[in-house]
């Protein structure tokens, strides 16, 4: 980053970051490293859920009193662009990222992806025994055996629907989801890691939609749980990171958007056990083929997948 | 004239969320009209029909169990001499003091499908059928029952330890029995807490999210806020809906509390300290003290040890998984050593006690004086009630975001402060210090104050010399209440919190969200150990004061 | 100071009554400093309800109410000073000892109170040690109030009343608890302590000795209406009617009608409703017509073996003992009459079985034909 | 059936106390089928504590209770019968009416709990009516128990107790908030369903007229400890003590100290400490050197003007009236001797001014020398 920048932004001294990232092992050590690397900037790290904080900067916004400089989400981009909050801003260090990791528009950069794939329990299904295919998923001994975390966000059934659809277009694809509801999918009102462990648990010896770093981390600990990198395409979500237009803090926001996009911010993410945005932190093992929901395709889709939930799922 | 103070300041602290809820319900998410589009969704429900009853026997059960349990054992410890008294204390303190999710999920945990109950039985017969259902009504009857037993607990017991024992000895002369006495003289005394209680329980059930949602949507059982539920997790979260219902639900409390003061009209039929022979003495259970001993027992077992056991289980594993002796071999601490490495903890759990601690200290103090006024009939005292009792039905993370554009419109620095977060806590749990301090005052007899008076104390004398003391074990087990509630409470804390006003319950809802079970799990038990200790050391605190003033 | 009482009443309403259920009808009374002011009547009369109006925990529904130069209440024209403000020691009828306080604590109460008296630690002490030997409860200072037997607790109540030297004093049956021996010891106590300091007293009481020897004067009331207002003996020499003479001490109280009228302070002939004609003293005017009870007292009357000779003009009934109850000093014979009975109250040295016939003699002036309106009441 | 209790006792310990702080020493009678029992003693006596020992709602220290055939508690055995098991009716001395329930469903209550009485309602409602009458609270059946006067509260609690003919009667103080013409007729009614359904009854007075005319038994207690059990008239006429004689009905104590040891009924001749020589009667024996009291009671007192000859043998002491009461039936005269004083009991019509020198004569079978303990206690 160039220096007037960084001056500028030591002269404002904070960043107010509102993030949904894991605390103590993304979102701190994100901001610790930030602060070592430009000292005399502090980030404020607001937490919590991307529905929680979109509801804060809402409000916000209507008092005409932001408090927001940074925030981090997926499911809040196309929101906030209808409302036109985004102030667009290409960090230098965006350039190390692919194409489909950046905003055309230079609205957003992605911070880190996840990949939404089925996990079974692996005490109660024989690897041989689990769905390959999408087509898998119809086999009748699933029946009523398959869970899913009912958050109407991307990362939820909202954006299995779009997938299936995106994969097989739209006749298809609704042909496909009509068979796939008679499989009565448990909705379990939790988020995906929830449901993943209840996977773990036993209580459902198959899940859709669950996050697969999750299993990489819980696997580690010795869980009896795989994911499936389903054939042919799994979810890719985006977890983009943007600057508010009207920040309090926009140097600092800039300054921190280029760090986080950053080989230095990307390792941390790494690190954190997440899925970085930029493709050379990613283990090529755990990145299998997907189809991306990016911010566009998700604020124009939304809807609609949640009405064919609301009809087929529900 | 006081009255009229203590109006206004109860009104301006609840009056706008409630209008902010009102403005919320009439807001249509989808293209941010105003109109009465939630409501029409609210009613053109198809199965409103079939959801109502649900809902209405779901809450109205729920409410047995906990008033049934509750009431049991409040008695139990206040007025006999059962053994193992002091444990009840421990099982309810210990269990407030356990964040709700975990006590839902250790209990989801132990009933599941995969829970020891069920793989035992699933052994036995080798049937694929679970023995019991959790997903079902009756399964979260008992869930929710329980999660509600500590209050009726701690509120019965401190009516009942006011109770005058001559009134019931002279019930046992007359020739009743325990039982006989306890139905007809010392319940219909508690009548005024146990019918308060159970409007008050009930219509928190009606309205809960937590069990409804976790239990009753993965069983398929739908209640009248499971779509609720739904529309909130939306992003962005579509309130006006929930925000309807609960405007719904303020006409039929409204209803509800109006039968309630019929009920408590006459505080004098409800006096029990008297200043004429007033002695707090125990039964004597005789043979059946066992049986006291063992409800209390098994109060400890349900409410406290099964689910508890079941969170440190999961704090021990590295991971979910279900009581086997294979995963004795990889138990671990690392979950612990984590949490408490990490000073972060610490600041949150001091923001966690402040904020808890302000709000239920000011909660109570405002409803106690209000409780007075309303009792006493003091002139303009009539709407006191019904306006503290208000924010029982705002949903959680409706008053937030009211909370939220509060803040931001007024001139001092409030937003993203611990102050914030404290005020919603106040308003939020003015209803529950009300449940407490109002019972009380209708059991000290008029007389005990008008000699107080005569003697030459003023108002503001009476209540502090002689209500406060006599009122003093009601308030005390609901600032506990209140502050062990506040201090778990989430969705207000993770809407409300700033950069530096996050609190436990934040920091357990993030690594939650995250996958971290094992490190909620231990951070939860490590919480409840230290809330428990807080807990203890006000009730050991209290109790040394209660004894050096010779009512024990 | 100089209590006037004007018109004061106060009716309680029982729901779905068309009638008041109990409370007083408008009652007025004067005491001068210093007086000793008694009200006696029937359990339920009122008694407690105006106490309770002149110590402002009851709004009357009508009347003015003074202590010397200061107002306590007049409906008329809305003033009502506050109880805290009244100065008045008052023991309820139900003690009202506060069960979170120690006996001192209760004692010192009205003390602690009273910011404007500026009371030290050490006078607080000292004044509350006094209260409490002038109960007779030294040494219970730091029992617990819950610890104590009814009697205790009432003489708590009362040194509570009198700790601070009020200027009125309402006791509401103060002693009702206690025996005789402590009962008189406090009576004295009452007596000596309301003189040393002139408080005008309101003093409730069921026990009609207690009335005759500590009042100044006596009110009687009858159904929260007063019947008689005046001082000990007149109240039982002269009482108004037979409810008073009735209460005022035992007394046998014998129908009839008055054939003609009668002027007050005269002496008449009447034939009792039984047929006997006795000769009799009237306190009162008496209507033609109305209907009286001649009161005789028990003490009044002599008992005498058949044929004894009654004294020169005195009345003589002839009955038989059906009863005997011994009282200490005196017993107490009940002689059926052939209408009715009569209670006569005779030295213990005097003895007669029961069975026997027995001729009763009395005076003509302590045959009272006093008015009759106990069917009313 | 027999009540007999043997050794109970009971203590109270207060805490940072080295002495029980109230409570009953060991303490046995025999109660014969249908006797009526008063205990008696000064305030704090522990005579609440012996009804509620007997009653089950304290577990004495020792001893052991049995009413006819069943023990109702042993400390031996540890027998304890529960105490709704004991079919007892009983008067709390703090009323504990239910505020909750009308008088109608108070009164009713002991009917509606044993089930195994199977009334009918129309019944309860007859028995219930019953009660009522008895007390006088006709009409006030659907009153709120906390809509009563204190009178009313009391007799309901009587009536509450009396309604289902329990077989033990266990009455504290329960006609003390009761005027005197109320409280005879209470008594009457007390004693007729007493002989009519021959309950035995513990009753608790501090009147000591009403103990001595009920009663077939009395014990008078002090501090814990039985003074003196016996017939009405035992204890008035030949009391143990100097306590027992003062406290049963008011009297005179004149110190002195017996010089030689006295034979129980004999009679001698005393020196009291202000010097005065008088004949005495001894009740029971003294021994030489004791303190003693002599015991006059004031209606046994002559209050003659001075100079006037006293009877044969009586006694004489000469002294200044120094204050007169009106009681009504008498006028009770203090008269000041040269040491102490001596109240005197007089017709109305014997007046003496204040300030004139009086002599008093009593007869020497009215002196009683008893044993003077009071110190001690
Ligand atoms: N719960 C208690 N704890 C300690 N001491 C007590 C308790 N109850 C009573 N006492 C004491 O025991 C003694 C006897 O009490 P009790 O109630 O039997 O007296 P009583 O004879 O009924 O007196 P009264 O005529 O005043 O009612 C009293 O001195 C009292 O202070
Ligand atoms: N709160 C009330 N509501 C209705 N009636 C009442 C109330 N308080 C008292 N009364 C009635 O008013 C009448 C007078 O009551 P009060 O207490 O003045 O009687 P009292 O003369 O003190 O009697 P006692 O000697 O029995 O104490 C009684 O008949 C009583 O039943
Ligand atoms: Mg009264
Ligand atoms: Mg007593």
Known sequence: ADQALIDAATKEGSVNWYTSLIQDQAARPLARAFEEKYPGISVEIIAGKSADLLLKINDELAAGRLHADVHHGGSVVPKLLAMDAIQPYVPPSAANLPDDMKDPDGYWVAEVVSFLVPAYNTDMVPAEEAPKTYEDLLDPKWKGAIAWAATMTQGGPPGFIGTVLGLMGQEKGMEYLRKLSEQNIVNVPANQRVTLDQVIAGEYPLALSTFSHHTDISQEDGAPVQWIALQPKVTNTIDSTFLMKGAPHPNAGKLFIDFIVSDAGQKVLADAGYIPANPKFRNPERSPEAFALTPSLVAAHLNDWVAIYDELFK | MPTVVLTVIIAVLVLPPLAMLVRTSLIDYSDGSFGLVNYRKLFAEPELYLTTINSVVFAAGATCVSLLIGACVAWIVERTNAPFRGLAYVTTIVSLGTPAILYVCGWIFLLGRAGPLNSAWRALTGSFQPLVNVYSIPGMILIEGLLWVPLVFLLCGATFKRQNADLEEAARMSGASVIATVRRVSLPLAKPALYGLAIFIFIRNLEAFDVPVLLGMPGGIKLLTSDIYLTMTRVPPDLGHASAFAVVMIAFISVLLYFYGRVSANADRFASITGKGFRPRPFDLGRFRWVGGLVVVLHFTLVLALPIIAVLWNSITPFVRAFSVKALGNLTLRNYTYVLTDSHYLHLAWNTVLAASVAATVAVALTAVAAWFAVRRWPASGGLTQLVSLPIVFPGIVLGVAMIQIALRTPFGLYGTIWLIAIAFLIRYLPYGMRYAQPAMMQIHRELEEAAGISGATQPGIFRRVVLPLAAPALIAGWLFIFLLAAKELSIAVLLAGARSKTIAVAMFDQWTNGEAGEVAALGIIWTIVMSCCAGLMHYLSRGDMKSRGTQ | ?377
């Open chain 3, 1 to 377: 100071m100089t209590l006037e009482v004007e018109n004061l009443s106060k009716l309680y309403w029982t729901p779905n009554a068309t009638f008041p259920g109990g409370g007083i009808q408008p009652i007025s009374f004067n005491l001068a400093p210093g007086t000793f002011f008694t009200l006696l009547g029937p359990s339920g009369c009122g008694k407690t309800t105006t106490l309770r109006c002149v110590a402002g925990l009851e709004i009357p529904d009508e009347g003015r109410l003074t202590l010397g130069p200061t107002v306590f209440f007049d409906a008329a024209r809305r003033t009502n000073v506050p109880l805290n403000k009244r100065n008045i020691g008052m023991v309820f009828q139900s003690y009202a000892i506060w069960p979170h306080m120690s006996v001192f604590e209760n004692v010192a109460f009205p003390l602690r109170v009273r910011r404007e008296l500026k009371l030290r630690a050490e006078e607080v002490r000292e004044m509350v040690a006094r209260a409490l030997a002038t109960v007779g409860l030294e040494g219970y200072a730091d029992r617990s109030a819950t610890q104590l037997s009814g009697g205790q607790q009432q003489r708590v109540a009362l040194a509570r009343a009198i700790v601070r030297q009020p200027g009125l004093l309402l006791l509401d049956e103060p002693l009702s608890n206690l025996d005789a021996l402590l009962r008189d010891e406090m009576r004295n106590e009452l007596k000596r302590l309301q003189r040393q300091i002139g408080i005008t007293t309101i003093y409730v009481t069921h026990d009609q000795a207690e009335a005759l020897e500590m009042s100044d004067v006596i009110a009687v009331i009858n159904a929260g209406v007063v019947e008689q207002m005046g001082s000990p003996r007149e109240i039982y020499d002269r009482p108004r009617s037979a409810f008073v003479a009735g209460f005022m001490g035992a007394t046998n109280l014998l129908p009839a009608t008055a054939r003609s009228a009668q002027k007050g302070d005269s002496s008449g002939t009447v034939a009792i409703d039984s047929g006997e004609a006795l000769s009799t003293w009237f306190p009162y005017d008496i209507g033609a017509g109305s209907r009286i009870a001649l009161s005789i007292r028990p003490e009044a009357v002599t008992v005498a073996p058949a044929g004894t000779a009654a004294p020169q003009g005195w009345n003589r009934l002839t009955g038989t003992v059906i009863g005997s109850g011994f009282l200490g000093n005196i017993v107490r014979y009940t002689v059926a009459l052939p209408h009715g009975r009569i209670h006569a109250h005779q030295p213990p040295d005097r003895i007669f079985a029961e069975g026997e016939t027995v001729e009763l003699h009395f005076a003509p002036d302590r045959t009272l034909g006093l008015s009759d309106n106990r069917a009313a009441a």
